[in-house]
């Protein structure tokens, strides 16, 4: 764990499918390992800053840094596929991938209004969606 402006990281290690994703004990990279090739590659942020939170699925991993960027890489591919955008202070309290796509979730304005930032790793672009919790129903 590693307490980064405020907030509490817990980021371990992901298998999916063949490709097996750890934290280098810098922070500041990952080790993308390919289990059928035994080919191993590291990702990090353009400026080497610390890493937050990283997904894994089938065909994408994506980390997030301290700066509110996300990079987001195409498996198949490798570094050359990196792609990045940036969100607002606070998506990026949950990090999620599922196929070709990334979600970014978090508490923005206050405890009782989620917003969710889907973006798609082939279109480019996203859309984001508040979800409201009124009440005792959090």
Known sequence: MDKVQGHVDM?????VAHHFVWLQ???RALNVCDLRSLE???LQADTREK???A????ELVAFTTISNTCYVIDLARGRKAMKKFKLSPGMFQ???CHGRLVF??????TQSELM?????FDAQSGSSFHVSFRGDHM
């Open 104 to 109: 970014c979730a978090g508490f923005v304005s």
């Open 51 to 53: 890493i937050k939170n």
């Open 11 to 15: 980021l371990v290690d992901m298998l």
């Open 94 to 96: 949950q990090l999620v």
């Open 40 to 42: 191993t590659f590291h």
């Open 116 to 120: 969710i930032y889907m973006w798609d």
């Open 55 to 58: 997904a894994l699925s089938e």
């Open 25 to 27: 004990p810098d922070q």
